[in-house]
């Protein structure tokens, strides 16, 4: 039976091998990098959304100036205040997505930062109107990055009553039908997330509940929204009164009603149906796209009886040997070919963070979206695709061979001679024809991006 691999935990579990970071050698190794500090996050940081709350702060007094003084030079400066601070949000937004892709580059706890992307992705959102609209890798270094290993209780708690999902999934404007303000103003309820939560977060398409679940946890949530002064806030005066039955258990009775909130949730993360859904979603993106089942029973099986323990489900999985399998795995999506690429290639951080705007979108951004990825752009609340025919279409193939064979030599100027690049990049892993092509290449470009274009290093 398979076992343990050093090789396959960095390409599978892990952004890729690197000719500076040694592999892990045991799954115990991997899991220790979840527990202490978050260096990569330390050496490449991004915006905490409290200091991005800030920016919507100074935003919206701007807005309000420019409101109250129409007509006028300072409606003129206040307008010219907005776009300054809608500009600095886009280009903090750029420089994120590269701090992302250098902890991945440069981190020697991989499997950290794979499970960031995956459960940013479970969690998918983004704000709706004006800065909020960038604020996704704030959102993600509060509300996932420090749940990576705990409860997943605590994870969905963090996650879903976040602004950023707040706004993303409009229950900032959900009031109960009967609350004082529904009564006065007539407001609306709205199922969004509550619908989200139950059918993507936690128990499944096909879960155990009722259009009547939905709208009763949807009642639950009314008051659910934020202000920017202080962050996440509950408004007593829209939330429906009285209990609510969720599952067949009745929430309901604290005045400050975010109780309630949370322990519906914490039920929904332990039930059953949840521990099937993740299960299965992990043993997707990480395994195959058509697991085994006898994996994802054992995932299930340990986030069940662990009471929603991450860390359980995580140790369940890289114990069974279906994770091991040396077969070709799945196709890396666009951000974790890219992380990958520079990984390989030491690429240091300097070479690309701190591009100007223009050229981080010409080698960084823009081939991103070429390759089918659009950098916090979610086509929908079910985030990316996790089905391999998504990412291997006439576009986005090309767009990963042009890339491999022109970004990397700009970025880096020398490059690796092929041949001991082989080695770096796919270990043992490399096919006869992915060895010819790099003993055959004309030049150091071309072979270094034909390795990297090959099916070997685009498969997990």
Not at 206 to 218: E, F, K, M, N, S
Request: hydrophobic share 40%; with cysteine.
């Amino acid at each position: 039976m398979p076992a343990f691999d050093p090789t396959l935990a960095e390409i599978r579990f892990g952004c890729g091998l690197s000719p500076n970071i040694a592999p892990a050698q045991s799954v115990a190794a991997m899991l220790a990098t979840l527990q202490g500090p978050d260096l990569a996050a330390a050496r490449h940081p991004i915006e905490p959304f409290d200091t991005f709350r800030a920016r919507i702060v100074r935003y919206n007094e701007q807005g309000r100036l420019r409101r109250d003084s129409r007509g006028t030079a300072a409606e003129k400066t206040a307008l010219k205040a907005m776009r300054v601070m809608n500009k600095q949000a886009r280009q903090a937004q750029m420089t994120w997505l590269g701090q992302s892709l250098a902890r991945c580059v440069t981190t020697q706890a991989p499997f950290r930062e794979r499970l960031s992307a995956f459960w940013a992705d479970h969690f998918t959102a983004q704000g709706k109107a004006a800065l909020m609209r960038r604020a996704v890798s704030p959102y993600v270094e509060e509300a996932i990055r420090p749940h990576l290993s705990g409860r997943f209780e605590d994870l969905l708690i963090a996650a879903v009553t976040h602004p950023v999902m707040v706004s993303y999934l409009d229950q900032r404007g959900s009031v109960g039908p009967n609350s004082p303000r529904g009564k006065k103003s007539g407001g609306g309820l709205n199922e969004n997330l509550a619908r989200e939560i139950m059918e993507l977060h936690t128990l499944g398409v096909g879960g155990p509940y009722t259009q009547g679940d939905v709208r009763a946890l949807a009642e639950l949530l009314t008051g659910l929204t934020f202000n920017p002064q202080v962050g996440r806030v509950f408004r007593k005066d829209s939330a429906e009164p009285g209990p609510e039955t969720v599952l067949g258990k009745d929430y309901g009775g604290d005045p400050a009603r975010l109780t309630d909130i949370e322990s519906a949730l914490r039920d929904l993360a332990r039930h059953p149906a949840t521990a099937r859904h993740l299960a299965r979603k992990l043993a997707v993106h990480f395994v195959a796209d058509m697991p085994d089942p006898a994996l994802v029973q054992v995932i299930e099986t340990a986030l069940r009886d662990s009471g929603s323990d991450l860390s359980a489900g995580y140790a369940a999985m890289l114990a069974h040997p279906a994770a091991w399998n040396a077969a070709p795995g799945n196709v890396k999506r666009p951000f974790e070919f890219m992380a990958s690429a520079l990984r390989a290639l030491a690429m240091p951080p300097e070479s690309f963070v701190p591009l100007k705007e223009k050229r981080f979108r010409e080698y960084i951004q823009y081939p991103l979206h070429l390759m089918g990825h659009s950098w916090e752009r979610p086509v929908g609340p079910d985030g990316l695709s996790e089905d391999d025919s998504a990412w291997i279409t006439p576009q986005g193939l090309a767009a990963r061979l042009q890339w491999a064979l022109s970004v990397p030599q700009i970025l880096g100027g020398t490059l690796p001679d092929p041949r001991e690049f082989l080695i770096t990049a796919l270990a043992g892993r490399a096919t006869p024809a992915v060895q010819f092509a790099a003993q055959a290449a004309e030049s150091r470009a071309d072979g270094v991006g034909l390795i990297l274009a090959s099916p070997a290093f685009q498969r997990s």
